[in-house]
């Protein structure tokens, strides 16, 4: 809560100015209830008598002098009073809602952005460890909770303390047996609220928990809706959603069941205070005299009477949105308060002989247990060569390559960048030298041109249109008839596998990198295409060093080097021809797909 208060502190004038206007709101309705006193009284049951009433009489006299006055004068003055403090009131009310309003959405809109920045700089792991589900609740529906709850504060705030002790010093001065009256009633109403919330609070926060698991489902259901469709598993995922589903459905439930008692306990006891009030005020009127009780002053009292009791709802709800948003800004602090596990160094600029170099590397994914993924790694690869990397699936190719833009730190051993340890480097400057091709091909909704130009923001058309040619990607690109302005649906759907691979070449091409990564990403190429696209890397990027990983002897045949990484380790390295002549799983490979219809030669 401290954190919200924090973040409250930049609104501080509009946070101070709501409550103060909640005043005036709460003054007038307070007023309310002693001008229909004078109505019912003076205007209709003494006939324009005003001289039992001191508020009538005064009014009357500032404003006609003094004298006898009709009954229709005396109603039409304090109704037309009671509309201008009804407007005064509603004024102050429209403002304090629209102050409280502004300083809770700016509240959430900076605790959005904060969470969003921090979701944004945290690594791979903790944002696999938070999950993508709970991550999207927590940035809307928990942060929308905590809005809701700096406006109730603010509004709220003040105004239930107002009306409860406002309306009972009200309730006194008119008859002090009225009083007596509400303190027969109150006990009743704590005690309720006490079993209310004290069960339904506990359950407030496995709510959001409900919710988070919600999201995971329809999330990973919409993401993987063609892969589902294909499966036909549209059944069990929808058992798997409506499990969840009816989970959140349950909880909520529960929370409101306990909650619905409160509505008619608080009737009943309202109800019950109003005929007593009645019944106390009857009596008095017939039985003793002179006590100033009337008609007018009774229904007062059981204005004020609803006013109190409505303030003790209206905290019941406080509570209720306290109990919600503590949930909530516990779990928005748990991204605030998490510190990236990557740490950005300071080292923008480096030269070097040796692009890219690993000593003694082992990794193991972050809370994994058993064997390393990758160990023993010792490479040197020098400026402007072409490595290649081949290896069986699973063998730890793509966690390899993913510890030179530091998606994860090494568990063991050294990666270097020009010879300076990557954890030295600025984190933007290490990734701005390096373009990496993803193994599974991420695009966004935009146009081809917006796409390409997540390389390089400011690339010219020529810049684009080049690194198109070089990827192969221009052919395609120009049989749309919008060119490099067609638009591609969310996630790149609208492009064929290959198509979407080329794109993200060419996105990476566009960023002219110093290192260029390229993990299986001519896999969904037929071969012709992908001879073309090694023939343009290949006197296009001169000066480029160049890391591709590939399944296929024949991608990484004219490399300048070829690791064969088995089992997380490198068996051996060195050229095609020195690989075949030493390599035993090289060999292998190679026949097996000499085998499969002599590929290599391609
Ligand atoms: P591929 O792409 O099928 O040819 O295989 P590689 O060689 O790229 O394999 P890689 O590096 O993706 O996976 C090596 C091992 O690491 C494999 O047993 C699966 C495991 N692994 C991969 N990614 C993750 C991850 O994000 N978290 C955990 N805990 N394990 C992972
Ligand atoms: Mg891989």
Request: net charge neutral.
């Amino acid at each position: 809560m401290k954190r919200i208060f924090h973040y409250l502190k930049k609104y501080a004038f509009l946070a101070v100015l709501s409550p103060l206007l909640m005043i005036g709101e709460v003054f007038a309705d307070l007023c309310l209830p002693k001008l229909m006193t004078v109505i019912v009284d003076c205007g209709i049951a003494a006939g324009g008598d005003v001289s039992g009433s001191k508020l009538g009489s005064t009014v009357m006299r500032i404003l006609f002098g003094e004298g006898t006055y009709s009954s229709m004068q005396v109603i039409i003055t304090f109704g037309i009073l009671m509309l201008v403090v009804v407007l005064i009131g509603g004024f102050f009310g429209v403002m304090c809602a629209y102050c409280a309003a502004k300083a809770s959405q700016g509240v959430g809109d900076d605790l959005r952005r904060d969470a969003y920045a921090k979701v944004m700089s945290l690594s791979i792991e903790q944002t696999d460890k938070f999950t993508t589900g709970s991550l999207v609740t927590r940035m809307t529906n928990d942060v929308t909770m905590i809005i809701e709850f700096v406006e109730m504060l603010l509004r709220m705030l003040v105004r239930s303390p107002m009306f409860f002790i406002g309306g009972l010093i009200m309730l006194m001065t008119l008859d002090f047996s009225f009083g007596i009256v509400m303190l027969c009633a109150l006990p009743v109403m704590a005690l309720m609220l006490f079993f209310v919330l004290g069960r339904a609070i506990p359950i407030y926060s496995k709510i959001q928990l409900k919710l988070d698991r919600l999201n995971c489902v329809v999330q990973e259901n919409v993401t993987g809706a063609r892969v589902i469709k294909a499966y036909v598993k549209e059944d069990y995922e929808s058992k798997r959603f409506e499990a969840a589903n009816a989970d959140l459905r349950d909880t909520n439930v529960k929370v409101q069941r306990i909650m619905a008692v409160m509505h008619p306990v608080l009737t009943v006891v309202m109800n019950a205070a109003i005929i007593a009030v009645i019944y106390i005020g009857g009596w008095q009127i017939d039985n003793v005299g002179g006590t100033g009780m009337t008609a007018g002053t009774i229904m007062a009292a059981i204005t004020y009477i609803t006013q109190v009791l409505m303030s003790i709802m209206m905290v019941t709800m406080m509570f209720q949105s306290i109990s919600r948003a503590m949930a909530s800004v516990r779990r928005v602090n748990e991204v605030l308060d998490t510190d990236p596990v990557i740490v950005s160094g300071n080292v923008t600029k480096t030269e070097g002989e040796i692009a890219v170099s690993m000593s003694n590397v082992s990794f193991r994914y972050p809370e994994t247990t058993g064997r390393p993924v990758l160990h023993d790694i010792n490479i040197e690869i020098k400026k402007g060569e072409t490595f290649a990397i081949i290896g069986a699936t699973g063998s730890g190719k793509t966690s390899l390559v993913n510890l030179i833009p530091r998606f994860y730190d090494a568990t063991e051993g050294e990666v270097r960048i020009d010879g300076e340890p990557i954890a030295n480097y600025d984190l933007h400057a290490l990734r701005q030298k390096i373009a990496f091709v993803m193994q599974k091909s991420e695009l966004f909704s935009g146009t081809i041109a917006e796409n390409l130009r997540w390389g390089k923001e400011d690339a010219t058309d020529g810049e684009i249109k080049q690194a198109a040619r070089i990827a192969q990607a221009e052919d395609f690109v120009l049989s749309f008839n919008e060119g490099y302005d067609a638009y591609i649906a969310e996630k790149g759907a609208s492009l064929s596998g290959g198509q979407k691979q080329r794109m993200s070449i060419a996105r990476a091409l566009v960023r002219r990198p110093e290192i260029l990564i390229l993990d299986d990403a001519t896999s969904a190429l037929d071969l012709s295409t992908e001879g073309k696209l090694r023939a343009a890397l290949k006197t296009e990027l001169k000066g480029t060093t160049v890391i591709m990983i590939a399944q296929r002897i024949a991608s990484v045949k004219d490399a300048d080097r070829i690791a064969v990484i088995d089992h997380g380790t490198i068996k051996d390295c060195g050229s095609h021809e020195y690989l075949l002549e030493h390599s035993e799983t090289y060999r292998d490979i190679y026949s097996s797909q000499m085998k499969n219809g002599g590929v290599v030669n391609e």
